[in-house]
């Protein structure tokens, strides 16, 4: 029957082979130990891709790296009872089931980035792959050392195979954070490991050759199926973020999202997290209690009254949110983002979830939305305190949130004695762009208190504190939980240094939109 | 038989956009062909015989205006604000607006045709009154001229041009002209500028708003009787991208190249404009354009009566006597007075005395107007001037598109894009030759001039509605603004007045506002 040796041992080993193969070649033994090296990087860079996602994701990395890890070194364990079943064909089998850790674990981390975005039992999607992955791998070993059974003593056996196996653990580990991820992005290393599994399957057609018979054909097409698949991946990995996007932030790339507004990106490092809109930094999870204390706090107690009503405009980060529901006198808070994108983002990302505190969910929050400038004009006129938080001024569509108009039509939404605060941009970074906005609120005839802080991840930024009648900034912080804001530095942010003073400007009108030339012209010698 | 849809693409854009777009293979586009008045305007043309009207459907008015346009509209209000309550305003056709009409949609209001108009100066009295009226000035600049509302000035970006592939910013292609471009431009504006600024011995400027109050020193009328193609070629003014521009600028205001107007209107579209060397009068717009005035002067006067043709007005002892086809048959309508705010050839055909009259009517051009419904805006690219209120494209017959939902700052999401076209040509040649053309074929086209910029616009488009404007507006022609006859035209016969932007020889709205108000006032001198 001419099977071959390492096969006669097995259980049903007198069943025929795969086609007739020549008399008992031996294997290339060490050739094979460089598979099961191969085999043992790849797994374990899955088990790190899905416990990265998971952690970055969902948050909790202990938990979700424990239950990662757990399920993936049990589901090895099943693979590896599992490996007794196959009785027929292992050569054909291992090479199959490579093909199959190819496959599953090369689009894992390209399908687990686009499901965030999309389903919502995430957890149980990444759960899922960890265990299918785990499987397989599980299956690989014993399937191999069997190849070689007979052919090496036991003790050689085991002792080699797993020595390749534990090594190719050790470079995984260390090539995932030092080359994988910070040159490939998640989505890319996910990929090309994917590859380099499916090519020691395509490569094993040869090397198994003695025991697999004459029909190779078939299993190197499907081989070159899933290198297709894969490299098809690779090409449209640009849609879910570019090469050129992995590359240029600094931090590893989490979360990307083309929404109908806007690009969101969400990278996380060892600082924590940070929020880009358009490549703009949005916040940075380690100082934006500095921004957020600033932008919110002062407005809250410029008032004439404790304010009940409150109106955010932008912010969909939710993190002004957090910082004005800690005030008791709120009863309502209406929140206006053009991007339910965004809006979603922050009530479903748990690391952002976490971060707002959740305050999204809080009964006294409504959720608009809408254009903030078309949502103004039916909007009612009843609001204690609006904060206004919109990206920066770096294009017309924004810019008219920016403008005379705008103020006015805000003005007249407020209730007597109410107060405003706008985001600036930077008094020094770009100074006429900051003093255009408060000459601007000024036209519209607010009055208004121009203020600034150091918030390390973007540098001196500027606020405008107004109301529509003469008033005195606040002399005292509010009496809740605050890590910055206390009298002292609430007194301080009212006063600028030399290089921040007023610089005359003209009023950003929708039919001039001056603001935005400024902000380009000031901001293009900081890039 | 109109012609195929293909061929229809192709007299309009040329050949290779026909070919392009597939021709009569295109998909049907929802929508449909607007009626702008010529159903009843013909049947009333067709009719042989004025039909008697019975005595039981005879009524009695104070003042009858005639035509819901801007004109009509503009007498019709004036009488009101000056205490005329018997006004009762007809039109024939079902809405009121003649070609300043509007329409809606869930989205957006959106123009049917004119879409802006110029801020007016503090003593263009009526205009200051209309805004006025509608709380739309915010203060007086250091000339004493009302600021109008900044959410009504139009929204920065306002322009930008398609040309080779990409958008630029503004009309004049800046980018890539040369030393000799630059030079003309400037001495363009230079010229420009001196007119602007040109008073006659009586102090009149040569060009202002409204025409009626421009000098008519021979000085500056005498250019009237070149065209505006042959007055800048004798300043040396060749540049092509200057060409181009002032051509566009006769295409957009005036239906006409440059070649066929008169030099004293090519140039009263840049000088008049002027507030001072150098600086522009704002551009006011709302999102359904100048619809937007028609809703605020027709809430302002008394009865308008809709799918009334006026076809006989005579004058009687006392006043007039009004013959009109309503849909149940003629009613007749006396008043003390009449004003006929239609189009010349119609008043021309209704009022008796005219009828008899005779004499050359004014040239008027073609025009069509697509309101294109979008469910998403089409991808920009990164780079490019961004979108902008009006959209030019350089190298189409068409003018582009102006977006309804700019003016408001709705800048994603779904919105209607107004397309205008505009026919330079012969206009009787022009409506020959398109007569029979459905909807299928206008929407082909206009979908496939708007996809050669913006490809992947046709899986966008939800909705194409098209109006064809026949007889759209009266042309100022080398020779037609200091015309003997336009000027008399204006001239009330007894009891009759008249009213209409064609009297001032150029269609816009301060025009027909400056002849309703005028007709307005002769009612009430006497
Ligand atoms: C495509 C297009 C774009 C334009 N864009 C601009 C622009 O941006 N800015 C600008 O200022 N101007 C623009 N214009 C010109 C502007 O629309 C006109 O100057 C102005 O609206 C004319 O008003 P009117 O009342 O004089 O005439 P019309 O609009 O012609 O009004 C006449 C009215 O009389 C009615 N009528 C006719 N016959 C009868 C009858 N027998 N009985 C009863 N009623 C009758 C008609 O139905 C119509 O409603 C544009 C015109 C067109 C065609």
Known sequence: MGAAAPDAAAPGAADPPDGPAPAARPLPAPLLYINVFVVATCGLVYELLAGTLGSYLLGDSVTQFS????????????????SRRVDKHLARRFIEVELAVALVGGVSAPILFVGFAEIAHFQLLLLGFVTVIGILVGLELPLLMRLLQGQVEFKDLVSRVLTFDYAGALVAALLFPMLLVPELGLVRTSLVVGLGNAAIGLWGTWLLAPHLGKRVTGLRVRALIVIAILVGGLIQADHMSTWAEDRMYADTVVYAKTTAYQRIVVTRGPSGFNLFLNGNLQFASGDEYRYHEALVHPAMVAGDHPPKRVLVLGGGDGLALRELLKHPSVEAVTLVDLDPGMTTLSTAFPPLAQLNRQSFSDPRVTVVNDDAMVWLESAPANWDVAIVDFPDPNNFALGKLYTKRFYRLLKSKLAPGGAVSVQATSPLFARRSFWCVMETMRAAGFVVHPYQLAVPS??????????????????????VALRFLDDDALGAMFKFSADEKPVPVEINQLDNQMLVRYYESEWRKWQ | MGPSRREFVAMLLGAPLAAACGGGGARTIEGSLVETGMGRGHAMRDLRAIPAVPDGRWRRTGVIVIGGGVAGLSAAWWLRRNGRTDVTVVELDDVVGGTARGGASSVTPYPWGAHYVVAPRADEAAMVALFEEQGAIEGHDAHGDPIIDE??????????????????????????ASAEDLAQLARFDAAIDQWATWRDAAGRPAFTVPVSACSTDPTATALDRESFGAWLDRQGLTSERLRWMTDYACRDDYDLLAADTSAWAG?????????????????????????????????????????????DVRAVAGGVEVIALADDGPVGIRAEHAVVAVPRHVARHIVATRREAGGVLPDCGAWAVANVHLRDRPRERPGDAPPAWDNVIRDSPSLGYVSATHQ????????????????PEDGAVVRKRLAGAGHGEWAATVVADLARVHRDLPDLVTRVDVAF??????????????????????????????????LSGMALFEEALDHGVRAAREILAS
């Open chain 1, 67 to 82: 239950l990662v890890i757990g399920l993936y070194l049990s589901a090895m364990g099943v693979g590896a009872w599992l």
């Open chain 1, 458 to 479: 973007f540098g001196v930024w500027g606020f405008g504190l107004a109301r529509a009648e003469a008033f005195e900034p606040p002399a005292h912080a509010p009496a």
């Open chain 2, 151 to 176: 959410a009504l000035r139009c929204r920065d970006p306002d322009e930008r041009i398609w040309y080779r592939g990409r958008w630029a910013d503004g009309l004049y292609l800046s980018a890539g």
């Open chain 2, 267 to 311: 140039i009263y579209y840049f000088a008049a404009r002027r507030r001072a060397p150098g600086s522009s009068r704002a551009v006011v717009t709302w999102p359904d354009g100048n619809a937007h005035l028609i809703a605020h002067l027709a809430s302002k006067v008394g009865p308008i009566e809709t799918k009334l043709a006026v076809v």
């Open chain 2, 408 to 423: 408001r700052g709705r800048d994603v999401g779904p919105t209607v894009w107004t397309w205008y076209y505009p026919f």
């Open chain 2, 469 to 502: 404007w026949g007889h759209g507006m009266v042309r100022p022609r080398v020779g037609a603004m200091f015309d003997l006859t336009r000027m008399s035209a204006a001239a009330p016969i007894g009891a009759i007045h008249f009213a209409h932007t064609d």
